[in-house]
Nanobody, 116 residues
Framework: QVQLVESGGGLVQAGGSLTLSCAASGSIFSINAMGWYRQTPGKQREMVAIIASGGSTNYGDSMKGRFTISRDNAKNTVYLQMNSLKPEDTGVYYC??????????WGEGTLVTVSS
């Protein structure tokens, strides 16, 4: 089992920045990749950014150039730096860990609200 705890959500004005953190605990040795997904109003959950165990990253199209995912292996923590935020970035952001055998673990989510 892997436990994920997100933090860092909140209210920010359009054009501002916010950093989300996700701390992993438990069977972290089984994690192949970690990432962020979001649920925005009226849309299905979408991939925001993923970082693989080897360090390669992948971003959703609308996040490229604005968001950066990184990790601190010593702290078992993944970060999502979000810049140039837009009102359409408003939503609940979920941390995800992909474990062995394709098992997905999810955090409870953290709310990001971008005001115009």
């Amino acid at each position: 089992q892997v436990q994920l705890v997100e933090s860092g959500g909140g209210l920010v004005q359009a054009g501002g920045s916010l950093t989300l953190s996700c701390a992993a605990s438990g069977s972290i040795f089984s994690i192949n990749a970690m990432g962020w997904y979001r649920q925005t109003p009226g849309k299905q959950r979408e991939m925001v950014a993923i970082i693989a165990s080897g360090g390669s990253t992948n971003y959703g199209d609308s996040m490229k150039g604005r968001f950066t995912i990184s990790r601190d292996n010593a702290k078992n923590t993944v970060y999502l730096q979000m810049n140039s935020l837009k009102p359409e970035d408003t939503g609940v952001y979920y941390c995800n860990a992909l474990g062995s055998r394709g098992i997905n673990y999810w955090g409870e989510g953290t709310l990001v609200t971008v005001s115009s």
